[in-house]
Protein backbone atom coordinates (compact mmCIF):
# COMPACT_ATOMS: atom_id res chain seq x y z
CA UNK A 1 0.00 0.00 0.00
CA UNK A 2 1.54 3.59 -0.76
CA UNK A 3 0.49 6.76 0.98
CA UNK A 4 1.03 10.32 -1.22
CA UNK A 5 1.29 13.20 1.43
CA UNK A 6 0.37 16.27 0.00
CA UNK A 7 1.31 19.72 2.07
CA UNK A 8 -0.11 22.02 -0.19
CA UNK A 9 -3.72 23.89 -0.39
CA UNK A 10 -2.87 25.50 -3.84
CA UNK A 11 -1.21 28.70 -2.65
CA UNK A 12 1.98 27.94 -3.98
CA UNK A 13 0.28 27.05 -7.62
CA UNK A 14 -0.14 31.03 -7.80
CA UNK A 15 1.86 32.30 -9.86
CA UNK A 16 4.23 34.72 -8.35
CA UNK A 17 2.82 37.58 -10.39
CA UNK A 18 -0.69 36.58 -9.19
CA UNK A 19 -0.35 36.68 -5.78
CA UNK A 20 -2.97 39.03 -4.17
CA UNK A 21 -4.35 39.22 -0.59
CA UNK A 22 -7.75 38.40 -1.87
CA UNK A 23 -6.43 35.31 -4.12
CA UNK A 24 -5.00 33.42 -0.92
CA UNK A 25 -7.84 34.52 1.17
CA UNK A 26 -9.86 32.74 -1.06
CA UNK A 27 -8.18 29.74 -0.64
CA UNK A 28 -7.97 30.12 2.88
CA UNK A 29 -11.76 30.29 3.30
CA UNK A 30 -12.22 26.98 1.07
CA UNK A 31 -9.19 25.26 2.60
CA UNK A 32 -9.24 26.87 6.35
CA UNK A 33 -5.46 26.02 6.68
CA UNK A 34 -2.44 26.03 4.70
CA UNK A 35 0.85 24.60 5.11
CA UNK A 36 4.16 25.96 7.04
CA UNK A 37 5.73 24.22 3.38
CA UNK A 38 3.85 26.06 0.86
CA UNK A 39 4.11 29.30 2.90
CA UNK A 40 7.63 29.35 2.92
CA UNK A 41 7.92 28.17 -0.54
CA UNK A 42 9.26 31.16 -1.98
CA UNK A 43 9.85 34.69 -0.47
CA UNK A 44 6.70 36.57 -2.55
CA UNK A 45 4.70 33.95 -0.78
CA UNK A 46 5.86 34.01 2.27
CA UNK A 47 6.20 37.50 2.27
CA UNK A 48 2.18 37.91 1.65
CA UNK A 49 1.08 35.28 4.10
CA UNK A 50 2.80 37.08 6.84
CA UNK A 51 1.27 39.94 6.04
CA UNK A 52 -1.92 38.57 6.18
CA UNK A 53 -1.66 36.32 9.59
CA UNK A 54 -0.37 39.60 11.18
CA UNK A 55 -3.75 41.77 9.91
CA UNK A 56 -6.70 41.59 11.05
CA UNK A 57 -8.27 39.25 7.89
CA UNK A 58 -7.50 35.81 9.81
CA UNK A 59 -7.04 34.48 12.85
CA UNK A 60 -5.73 31.31 13.53
CA UNK A 61 -6.92 28.53 15.57
CA UNK A 62 -6.57 24.83 16.86
CA UNK A 63 -9.53 22.84 15.73
CA UNK A 64 -10.79 20.64 19.20
CA UNK A 65 -9.95 17.34 16.73
CA UNK A 66 -6.24 18.01 17.30
CA UNK A 67 -6.10 16.81 20.79
CA UNK A 68 -2.49 16.52 22.04
CA UNK A 69 -0.85 17.92 19.32
CA UNK A 70 0.19 20.74 17.04
CA UNK A 71 -0.92 19.72 14.01
CA UNK A 72 2.25 20.59 12.22
CA UNK A 73 3.02 21.10 9.73
CA UNK A 74 -0.96 23.32 9.21
CA UNK A 75 -1.84 26.25 10.50
CA UNK A 76 -5.34 26.47 10.53
CA UNK A 77 -7.19 29.88 9.68
CA UNK A 78 -10.32 31.39 9.72
CA UNK A 79 -11.32 34.96 7.89
CA UNK A 80 -12.24 37.53 10.00
CA UNK A 81 -15.10 39.82 9.26
CA UNK A 82 -12.49 41.44 7.50
CA UNK A 83 -11.23 38.98 5.65
CA UNK A 84 -14.67 37.98 3.99
CA UNK A 85 -15.09 41.39 2.97
CA UNK A 86 -12.00 41.31 1.04
CA UNK A 87 -13.20 38.46 -0.88
CA UNK A 88 -16.83 39.47 -0.78
CA UNK A 89 -17.74 36.39 1.02
CA UNK A 90 -20.77 36.47 3.10
CA UNK A 91 -20.19 34.57 6.04
CA UNK A 92 -17.19 32.38 8.00
CA UNK A 93 -17.47 28.49 6.99
CA UNK A 94 -19.54 26.37 9.49
CA UNK A 95 -16.75 23.94 10.20
CA UNK A 96 -14.29 26.59 10.94
CA UNK A 97 -14.68 26.69 14.63
Not at 58 to 81: H, M, N
Request: proline share 4%; glycine share 8%.
Amino acid sequence: MFFIDCWSVGLDDIPRKQITTERILTILQREGRFSNFEATANQVIARAITAIVNSNVVETYRPASLKGCDGYPWTYVRLTEAGLRVIGAGAPRADHK
